[in-house]
């Protein structure tokens, strides 16, 4: 038996493991990793220690004990308010704010991990306090950060398009582009539906609730009769007056959150060391709340993100992933080939760097696009989207953002809802953007 079929064999030993053990994931896979590295690669432990994802755990880190701050000290309860404000009191309106918020945040430059370790926290928050399902609104932000992410001007586009002008390759980036917009906007709208957005509409914020979210004045429809109702009235205006107050924590940590985009979108900074910056500014003023908001890092998630991603390092570093490549590339029927290629780069991208797999992928495919069997524009297209629409699997980037920020949750059941909805993905994804893309051939 190959190394490299060993090393897959291994993956798939550690999940039954994980699943039916209740063993964290992580810890199981840092176990692989040191037996397949050193018993199978002959890797040594430096080479192992390579593939720890060491800004992935600043991110994760960093971003969860910003806003662990921020809702120890009101400052998240003050965004939801205010966002339920603005929508007067249209609860079912909130995912489709975040989809958008993210698109847009991507769409103009900002890395797909930058944006969703921004909005998520917000979102997630918001889904606790309002009872929204955690799946649909960690969902939405992802592929709303996933809808904007091959505009021209954006991260993913740029890289992309850079690799197809690299490899002579005919490219189209308004195709592109559209691509994933259509594609992650149509499964957004699915999913919405499916997870109960649609019953969202049907109960809106009552009077009273609109006051406590700081949008009980009549222009947002959250007035309330006269007949007797002067006392609840009263009471709901004290306390929606306390939740929105802006004390001096609550402004610091604003001018933290603002700069903590600054530096990810204008700048280029790293998003984690930016955040715990910022996180360990507010505790120095506030140390108390620093004390209650360290407690609140999900260090168990983040176990099992470095732990898997280290191993699927393992896997790339021993020629795992070139070797499913290369095994596919040799595949006689284009068309065939291509399905299997879109197939590779999702299942790989639910573990690893969207971007770095379609950068090891376009590559492989160029053999057969140069031929012309196969369309380069819809295959590079159906690829990119493939790659990415399944990035809310729990062991990418960001969908252990979306795990990492939900809050009164059982996380163990929210990490295996991810798992699963990421496995749909997985399957469902490249046929169809296969179909829609590659067999017209009309790009």
Known sequence: MSAELISILVLVVVFVIATTRSINMGALAFAAAFGVGTLVADMKTDDIFKGFPGSLFVVLVGVTFLFAIARANGTTDWLVHMAIRLVGGRIALMPWVMFAITGVLTAIGAVSPAAVAIVAPIAMGFAAKYRISPLLMGVMVVHGAQAGGFSPISIYGTIVNGIVAKEGLPGNEIVLFLASL??????????????????????????????????????????????????????????????????????????????????????????????????????????????????????????????????????????????????????????????????????????????????????????FLLQGEVSAIGLIAALAVSATVVDVSPFSTNGALVLAGAQDVDRDKFFKQLMVYGGIMVAAAPPLVWLALVVPGIW
């Open 182 to 367: 259509v594609v992650n906007l149509l499964i957004a709208v699915v999913v919405f539906v499916v997870l109960g957005g649609m019953k969202l509409a049907r109960h809106p914020l009552d009077a009273p609730a609109l006051a406590r979210a700081g949008g009980g004045d009549d222009s947002l429809g959250g007035g309330v009769g006269d007949d007797g109702g002067s006392d609840v009235t009263s009471d709901v205006t004290d306390e929606a007056a306390e939740r929105v107050a802006l004390t001096a924590p609550r402004i610091a940590t604003l001018v933290g959150l603002a700069a903590l985009v600054v530096a990810a979108l204008v700048f280029d900074l790293d998003v984690g060391l930016a955040a715990i910056t910022v996180a360990v500014l507010l505790s120095v003023v506030w140390p108390e709340t620093s004390k209650q908001a360290i407690t609140q890092i999900t260090w168990p998630t983040v176990l099992l993100i470095c732990g898997i991603l280290t191993y699927v390092a393992v896997l790339q570093t021993m020629g795992t992933i070139k070797w499913a490549g290369d095994s596919v590339a040799s595949v006689g029927a284009p068309l065939l080939a291509a399905l299997l290629i879109c197939y590779i780069g999702a299942i790989v991208s639910a573990f690893a760097s969207s971007v770095g797999i379609m950068g090891a992928l376009i590559p492989l495919a160029v053999p």
